[in-house]
């Protein structure tokens, strides 16, 4: 069965921290894997890695494919209140367009 | 370019009662998805439709969810009858198939509060 797992589930951070969020994933067919940032409405999408664009990185966010050990990470420098959020992982199943998301993780960053 | 609309925002109905959510995709999105998200959690894939197929709809409750979309465009997903643990938001979302980017056009939601 697919699977993708966040870790950690929930985290609190001061401003200017750096933080890593984690994603690991075990799925027939991999094809791409996307971050998105869920505030209180729905999600927003951050970045798509595939196999042909293992890094990414839009100012202070950043993310990071290892398709050999099939997981993901994605990095904010200099955290500010307005990241806090949760952070979604998912991934595609090539061939079908199906998306599985994990359980996310939740920032919370203190002023 | 209009994004996802879903209606209505917000419902709150009794246990045994019965609801009906409507999402119309961006224009053009071949690939439409329901997913439930309960509070805390990640979204979970309720059905997947291409056009007006069924591709995937391993997930959904069929004794009491019910879903279509009709001509390929709007889509209507139905509780009948609503449980308790079918609290949730319900979320559409829209891809276009075969685009590079992959990405997931979601709507803003339908809450679902049973009491």
């Known amino acids: 069965e697919d699977k993708v797992v966040q870790s950690p589930l929930s985290l609190v951070v001061h401003e200017g921290d750096t933080v890593t969020l984690n994603c690991s994933y075990e799925v027939t067919n991999f094809r791409s894997l996307l971050w998105y940032k869920q505030e209180k409405k729905a999600p927003t999408f951050l970045f798509m890695l595939?196999?042909?664009?293992i890094e990414k990185k839009s100012g202070r966010l950043s993310s990071i494919l290892d398709k050999k050990e099939l997981f993901s990470i994605l990095n904010i420098t200099a955290t500010q209140t307005g990241d806090s959020a949760v952070y979604l992982c998912?991934?595609?199943?090539?061939?079908?367009?199906?998306?599985?998301f994990g359980t996310g993780t939740r920032l919370k960053v203190l002023a | 370019e209009a994004g996802v609309a879903q209606s209505p925002r917000y419902k709150i109905i009794e246990k045994r009662q019965s609801v009906a959510f409507w999402c119309n995709p961006i224009s053009g999105h071949a690939t439409l998805y329901w997913y439930q998200q309960i509070l805390g959690q990640g979204p979970k894939l309720l059905i997947q439709?291409?056009?007006?197929?069924?591709?995937?709809d391993s997930q959904l409750p069929k004794d009491r969810f019910s879903a279509e979309r009709l001509k390929g465009v709007d889509s209507t997903l139905k509780i009948q009858p609503a449980k308790l643990e079918d609290s949730a938001v319900y979320l559409c979302?829209?891809?276009?198939?075969?685009?590079?980017?992959?990405?997931?056009?979601f709507g803003e939601g339908s809450r679902l509060t049973v009491l």
């Open positions: 998912a991934v595609e199943n090539e061939g079908t367009y199906k998306y599985i």
């Open positions: 439709f291409q056009n007006n197929g069924v591709v995937d």
């Open positions: 979302a829209s891809s276009l198939e075969g685009l590079s980017t992959g990405e997931l056009f």
């Open positions: 595939t196999s042909s664009g």
